[in-house]
């Protein structure tokens, strides 16, 4: 059962910015963390930015930071991703997911995952 759907991905040259949404129908994360997280073909998946249950605690991984905002609308239950100044390294299949805790808890890792959407930067 697909519990969070993302969207907002697509094709765009280096430089230029997309914001990625992530959905919960099924208002599974409304108290929790929510953290988007990327993979590339034969990479592990690592995580991007991660948002605590009412937005006030937020997380970058370090080549992120700067160019990545994540935001969250309780009202919606969505979390969105913007990413500015996108670079060809940041190719890959993003993936929205949510914590058992109220805040994020990447050791742990996860409870329920997205199913991806595509970003890919041309150079």
């Known amino acids: 059962q697909v519990r969070l759907v993302e969207s907002g991905g697509g094709l765009v040259q280096a430089g230029a910015s997309l914001r990625l949404s992530c959905k919960d129908p099924?208002?599974?994360?409304?108290?929790?963390?929510v953290g988007w997280y990327r993979q590339t073909p034969g990479k592990e998946r690592e995580i991007v930015a991660c948002v605590n249950w009412n937005g006030g605690d937020k997380y970058y991984a370090d080549s992120m930071e700067g160019r990545f905002t994540i935001s969250r609308d309780r009202t919606k239950n969505t979390v969105d991703l913007q990413m500015n100044n996108l670079k060809p390294e940041d190719t890959a299949v993003y993936y929205c997911?949510?914590?058992?805790?109220?805040?994020?808890?990447?050791?742990?890792?996860?409870?329920?995952w997205g199913q991806g959407t595509q970003v890919t930067v041309s150079s």
């Open positions: 099924r208002r599974t994360f409304s108290n929790n963390g």
């Open positions: 997911a949510s914590f058992r805790q109220a805040y994020c808890s990447p050791s742990t890792g996860p409870q329920y």
